[in-house]
């Protein structure tokens, strides 16, 4: 069940939820025409001109996911978002580990919080950006899109983050079996963004640049990559690698 909030502005969904967590139900989704301090991956900003975007946040109380195994509840939220936007255009990818992509740009960034109690997950806070109707991005991040921009339409935002809010709740239901993980890790892959058998730029932590294939991503989110000059497997936890897209690094 949705419980949904839209404010006017806050600083932060995520924040909101984290100070409201103990009062709220599960399944409550906030959302907000304007954030002041909206956060991405990295403690980076989320440019989203009021009003154009969708800018929602969801707090889903213990999970029946393990810790261990956190990383599903990132591929559910991605191909959430994914099966939302593709009701409007088709090709939209996930970049690992939970952006969302068309082509080579950026349609969707997502931050998921977790609050542990022992060995579980008291609750989580799945915070998402979309891109819906902005036509100009200025704050210097090299690759944005919005569906707007993909279509040349405008959508009614309130009503496509009603729906983002009800898709990622649906995909967050975990019956406990390890034939949906499987089904949904195996989902996940064939929605990977440059997940095609094919040499790609990556870079290290220190600046270096190598060719490699994208040979597979375990449970926990670990990605391992075959690297082509010597045919050799290596694996990257987020952050210890970097896409390198027309020139430019992302990490």
């Not at 339409?153 to 967050?172: A, D, H, N, P």
Request: hydrophobic share 35%; net charge negative; with cysteine.
């Amino acid at each position: 069940m949705i419980n949904f909030l839209i404010f006017q502005e806050l600083t932060s969904t995520n924040d909101y939820l984290k100070r409201n967590a103990s009062i709220l139900p599960s399944g409550t989704v906030i959302a907000a025409f304007k954030q002041s301090a909206g956060r991405g991956q990295k403690g980076n900003s989320w440019e989203s001109e009021p009003g154009k975007n969708s800018t929602l946040s969801l707090l889903l109380k213990k999970p029946n996911i393990a810790v261990k195994e956190q990383f599903y509840l990132s591929e559910a939220v991605s191909l959430a978002i994914v099966d939302v936007l593709e009701q409007y255009a088709h090709g939209f990818k996930i970049k690992w580990p939970n952006d969302i992509y068309y082509n080579d740009r950026k349609i969707s960034g997502i931050l998921i919080e977790h609050s542990l109690s022992g060995e579980g997950i008291e609750h989580t806070i799945i915070g998402a950006g979309v891109n819906i109707n902005q036509q100009v991005f200025i704050s210097g991040a090299p690759n944005p899109v919005s569906l707007s921009n993909i279509t040349g339409q405008l959508y009614k935002t309130v009503q496509l983050t009603e729906q983002l809010g009800e898709k990622i709740m649906e995909y967050c239901q975990f019956d406990g079996s390890r034939e949906q993980l499987e089904a949904l890790h195996q989902r996940y892959l064939e929605h990977l963004y440059r997940y095609d058998g094919e040499p790609h730029t990556f870079l290290s932590p220190q600046g270096d640049q190598f060719e490699a294939v994208i040979h597979s991503i375990a449970p926990d989110g670990t990605l391992t990559l075959l690297h082509t000059l010597d045919n050799t497997l290596h694996d990257y936890r987020f952050k210890e690698v970097g896409f390198v897209i027309n020139k430019k690094k992302f990490i």
